[in-house]
């Protein structure tokens, strides 16, 4: 029981390590993309960390189950959103920088 | 002694939240700065043991009324915009005509 | 052991804060939107962690709507907004 | 027959999920049995059967290989921001799949926005643009790689590796 716990300790102050990372990423990066690229693969990583904790700590085979499914619920929201933004700041950027659609 | 903190810091980013979308310029960035105050009001309600509260706030405050004011914020850039250029071309008619 | 999943829902709140700083100074508005990412990973993260610490079931379901529809603003943003449609064409 | 099976399969899947979903309460069941019934027919009309078919067991491979690439992707950008330098040279990418259209190329497209160094911008018919976090590594090879991976995973002939490809900048 006390390894569990100690594994489940380790896990859980990985994850927060991770998000941290991500966060000063989003401060450290000059540019949306680079941003984008830091809070998705990062963050990603962290909620990974922290659902596997609690998967080891649920009192039942379906709450694990539904932890791990809400996970890859986030997942796919996380890689829908940042592809959407990226394009979005991808149209800005060539508002900005390019006139007229030269990057094709 | 965490539980304190929790709330201390929850209270605090809820006010500081609130105050920065009231007193922001800037229409798009009072609207984000609003749904990140609904996101953190569902972690308030969750807090005061109302987590079905957190779930109906969680489900209007980022999904629904973050769309309403995003697309309310875009007509009103395009009807400003509008706006702008027919005052514009008023005032230049008024001019000529003058 | 709750006393560790409270110290990890403080440190998580506690990056959200400071990720909100740059939400606010965020120069662009692609960066703003970065905000609802944010919530969708960290919120949920959040959300679960305090499922466990608060033995709230419930909780759990707080945190899927909140995965499901943080993409929800994303979309309208993207479409409205930016209204990438209308452009490519 | 066949039509018939496949409703089967997914009513079982997705009563599964509910199981998951109310936390293994047994009450709800009878109206979950309903839910799921009526999702599947409509999933029928929404995702017909067709050609393209997901094997469970390249499946399982395919979860475990993207789970160690995002592993590795995180631990990549992590070393990237904690490193005083700041080691990044972005820039843009672009990439012509051989995988058809519909599910198939979006999974890759999501997939590789979770994998190390890349992040897909727009998916425009087969050309796909990924913005590189390092334009020296060999993103190519990662994307062929993983390319292969999804085209087995829905039991597609394996894309030809002698296929043309450009990079942008």
Sequence with gaps: MAFVQVVQGILLVTGCLFFAIGTLGLFRFSDTLLRIHALTKVDNLGLGFIILALVLNA?????????????????????????????????QQGDDSEPKGSHD | MTDWLLDGLLVFALLATAASALL????????????????LMAVAWVRLQA???????????????????LDAVSHLGNKRQTALRQTRGSHRQGSDQS | MTLMFNAVAVFLLLTLLVALVRIWRGPTSSDRMLASQLFGTTGVALLLVLAEAQVAPALRDVALVLALLSVLAIVGFVTRVIQIDRRAS | MKTVAT????VILLLLVWWAFTEGDVSGLGFGLVIAILVAAVSMRLYPRGAARIRPVQLWLFVLFFLGRS?????DVARRVLSPSLPVD????????????GSPRWLLANALSLMPGTLSVSLDGPRLELHCLDTQSSVEEDVRAAEQKVARVF???????????????
């Excluded at chain 1, 039942?60 to 929201?77: C, R």
């Excluded at chain 2, 922001?24 to 996101?39: E, K, P, T, Y």
């Excluded at chain 2, 079905?52 to 309403?68: F, K, Q, R, Y």
């Excluded at chain 4, 592993?71 to 631990?75: E, K, N, R, S, T």
């Design chain 1, 59 to 91: 009192a039942s085979l379906a709450i694990g189950v539904k932890v791990l499914l809400i996970w890859v619920v986030a997942l796919a929201a996380s890689a829908t959103s940042a592809h959407l933004i990226a394009r979005a700041a991808r149209l």
């Design chain 2, 24 to 39: 922001s310029r800037d229409l798009f960035r009072a609207v984000v700065v609003f749904i990140a105050f609904g996101l």
């Design chain 2, 51 to 69: 987590p079905d509260i957190a779930l109906a706030e969680a489900a209007i405050g980022a999904g629904l009324t973050g769309v309403l004011l």
């Design chain 4, 7 to 10: 409703i089967l399969g997914r």
């Design chain 4, 71 to 75: 592993v590795v992707a995180g631990i």
């Design chain 4, 90 to 101: 972005p820039g843009y990418f672009t990439v012509h799949l051989t995988l058809p259209e």
């Design chain 4, 155 to 169: 039991g597609l002939p394996l894309p030809d590796e002698t296929c043309h490809s450009e990079g942008a900048r």
